[in-house]
């Protein structure tokens, strides 16, 4: 099973500024397999980032993923105040794993 | 995307089954894998498990094996995710999540269920 660390835990940012959000694999994956989600409180995740670098239907361009192997990352490039969320990495594998998330506050 | 729908917040005792039902609107149904995915208070994501409402195969995470089956009812494009043995780390929303045939993630999500496992 693939697990999925993300970096920091918390990050803590104001609007208008670059958020950069990592995500590393305990062993090297496909950027196929490898989405980046947004949640908000009391609301389901939402699908921002699919095989690594693709942004899904919606999701505005200050939103970016990249990377590769084992180390992937997710980029705000300029933080609005809805965006102050958690952020979960996803890989799809035969077991299905997420990352343990990083809250982005203000 | 596919829009999801669930069934209501339950209360169950210990040692209790637990059946939620997610229905699908606005597309054809087997064409999205269907995944329940929870999440325990102030916790991160857990996948369960997958279900393809084309043939009805499935496939459960390690940790939920012998304890969770999911069904499809094609007739009315819902999944169903029934837990038996509740325990108290059962508290939990589920959700469940739709992936398009084809894609690698989850494109959809239902409202989430909160079930609640107490005494």
């Known amino acids: 099973e693939i697990v999925l660390t993300q970096s920091p835990g918390t990050l803590s940012l104001s609007p208008g500024e670059r958020a950069t959000l990592s995500c590393r694999a305990s062993q090297s994956v496909s950027s196929n397999f490898l989405a980046w989600y947004q949640q908000k409180p009391g609301q389901a995740p939402r699908l921002l980032i699919y095989?690594?670098?693709s942004r899904a239907t919606g999701i505005p361009d200050r939103f970016s993923g990249s990377g590769s192997g084992t180390d992937f990352t997710l980029t705000i490039s300029r933080l609005e105040p809805e965006d102050f969320a958690v952020y979960y990495c996803?890989?799809?594998?035969?077991?299905?794993?997420f990352g343990q998330g990083t809250k982005l506050e203000i | 995307q596919v829009q999801l729908v669930q069934s209501g917040a339950e209360v169950k005792k210990p040692g209790a089954s637990l059946k939620i039902s997610c229905k699908a609107f606005?597309?054809?149904?087997?064409?999205?894998?269907m995944h329940w995915v929870r999440q325990a208070p102030g916790q991160g994501l857990e996948w369960m498990g997958i279900?393809?409402?084309?043939?009805?195969?499935?496939s459960y995470a390690q940790k939920f094996q012998g304890r969770v089956t999911m069904t499809r009812d094609t007739s009315t494009s819902t999944v169903y995710m029934e837990l038996s043995s509740l325990r108290s780390e059962d508290t939990a929303v589920y959700y469940c999540?739709?992936?398009?045939?084809?894609?690698?993630?989850?494109?959809?999500w239902g409202q989430g269920t909160l079930v609640t496992v107490s005494s």
């Open positions: 996803q890989h799809y594998g035969s077991s299905l794993t």
């Open positions: 606005e597309y054809t149904f087997t064409t999205y894998y």
């Open positions: 999540a739709g992936q398009r045939s084809g894609s690698l993630s989850f494109d959809s």
């Open positions: 095989g690594a670098s």
């Open positions: 279900i393809n409402p084309s043939g009805g195969s499935t």
